[in-house]
């Protein structure tokens, strides 16, 4: 990349150094600069990169860009050093991003939803793969400055980029949108995730909806076709759809079939009036429907059956998503404590009943964050679901607690069994004390609530009963 070539994108002004410079890569983070990279100053909640610009210098970068020329006056920056001011750094960066897209030219899938989005990229990344060179988000980085730091990582070899898109607020989705330009959507789900910053489901949807807004007007988009709301509003747009889904006017028509050996997904296109057969080495629910979203969308793309289930059996889970660990001959740790919100918890609540409803069910569940006015109604809703799995043990934490304990014994669940941890610490006695054979613990909790680190601590803890990662 040429200095004047980004300049020109994010039209910005150069007011030191040369244009004509050749940058290696382009980091936000001062730590993790190396030599002959662009360094670009973002302001953030916590920290302000204007003021590490002079230790970015020290470890290599050649070019800075800033929104603050103000604080510029702080810093000792050599004559040497190319200096580019903008309006805003974090809008700059975006156009880097989709001015390297455009010049790249890969298929760019977007993916987003309220639930499945990783689990999907992951699946339909395996998929590609296996074809051709792909690309695809790392982490988690699916928002305004974690996106367009994936895009830039992609090189000319790329055939395929898979991009997740996540949201906090209203026109996230469609500036990301804007960025990737993708010639493929996908809208997983919609469901009372981040609520509180939209306000209403009708908020969550309407934002969600920003992706088909925002796409290309020639570029389908794969939607939930069981959500009639989503069809019906996805619809207005005016743009290529294709409905996936178990009812059966949906293009693409799926029949899951868990406890198959091996489980098994099919798709029926109402479309070529084609049915398509694929075998998964995971028999969950949840991880069975997301890889049929994939199949869909590698069927659209025009990818060969044989390579969709070569990168099907590829696939061995996400961490901390519904990960499984066997602890002993008859015992399970379940680590979903990645993220939650009422549809990911409501789901992975199912999946214990159908995957180990012959076990004693031991479950650790902490809040749901990002509800706002709904927390305490949807915090409710939790003490039915855990009434309808029959637990033989449940431990609850955060501030909710007493809440989802209170509706539970309401639902019949015995009180001798329902227990308030006061920390990680308390859940961790609390579990570590119970008989645990022919036992399965669940745990999951807003990413917030640190529940990852009692997953750990009970895995470290029963290393010596064999613990490892259980093949499905």
């Not at 070019?63 to 004559?79: E, F, G, M």
């Amino acid at each position: 990349m040429i200095l004047s070539d980004i300049i020109a994108a994010i039209k910005g002004n150069l007011i030191q150094g040369k244009d004509d410079i050749s940058i290696r890569s382009i980091s936000t983070d001062s730590r993790k600069i190396s030599q002959g990279e662009l360094f670009i100053a973002i302001r953030g909640e916590r920290f302000d990169g204007h003021d590490f610009i002079e230790g970015a210098i020290t470890k290599g970068a050649i070019a800075v860009i800033v929104d603050n020329i103000h604080k510029l006056s702080a810093q000792r920056i050599p004559s040497n050093i190319s200096v580019v001011s903008v309006k805003n750094s974090i809008r700059a960066l975006g156009d880097i991003a989709n001015w390297y897209r455009r010049l790249l030219n890969p298929f760019v899938i977007a993916i987003t939803g309220s639930t499945g989005k990783t689990t999907t990229k992951e699946i339909l990344a395996r998929i590609l793969e296996t074809y051709a060179p792909t690309h695809f988000t790392k982490e988690n980085y699916n928002n305004l400055i974690g996106l367009p730091l994936s895009v830039l990582e992609t090189n000319k070899d790329h055939r395929f980029s898979v991009l997740e898109m996540g949201m906090n607020s209203p026109e996230e989705i469609q500036r990301l949108t804007e960025i990737a330009e993708p010639d493929l959507g996908i809208i997983t789900n919609v469901g009372p995730a981040h609520i509180e910053a939209f306000g209403s489901m009708e908020g969550v949807l309407s934002a969600k909806l920003e992706l088909i807004k925002a796409i290309r007007p020639y570029c389908p988009t794969i939607i939930d076709g069981d959500n009639q709301e989503l069809v019906k509003k996805a619809k207005s747009y005016l743009k290529p759809l294709v409905r996936i889904g178990l009812l059966q006017d949906n293009d693409h028509v799926i029949t899951i079939h868990p406890n198959s050996n091996p489980p098994r997904v099919i798709l029926f296109s109402n479309i070529n009036k084609d049915t398509y057969e694929f075998t998964f080495n995971i028999p969950v629910f949840t991880y069975l429907r997301n890889a049929a979203t994939a199949c869909s969308a590698s069927i659209v793309i025009g990818i060969p059956e044989k390579y969709i289930q070569e990168g099907l059996n590829n696939f061995r889970g996400v961490k901390r998503r519904f990960e499984v660990i066997k602890l002993s001959t008859s015992s399970y740790l379940v680590d979903d404590s990645y993220n939650a919100n009422p549809l990911s918890l409501y789901q992975g609540l199912q999946n214990i009943k159908r995957l180990f409803g012959k076990f004693n069910i031991i479950l650790c569940l902490g809040d749901m964050l990002e509800l706002g006015n709904h927390s305490n109604g949807y915090h409710k809703q939790v003490g039915e679901w855990i009434s309808e799995i029959n637990p033989g043990y449940v431990v609850l934490l955060g501030d909710y607690s007493e809440i989802m304990m209170k509706s539970a014994l309401n639902f019949g669940v015995s009180k001798n069994i329902v227990t308030i941890a006061t920390d990680i610490d308390d859940a961790y006695n609390k579990i570590i004390g119970l008989d645990i054979s022919n036992s399965v613990i669940y745990i999951k909790g807003s990413n917030r609530t640190k529940l990852y680190q009692l997953a750990d601590k009970i895995k470290e803890s029963l290393t010596n009963f064999g613990g490892r990662p259980f093949d499905l």
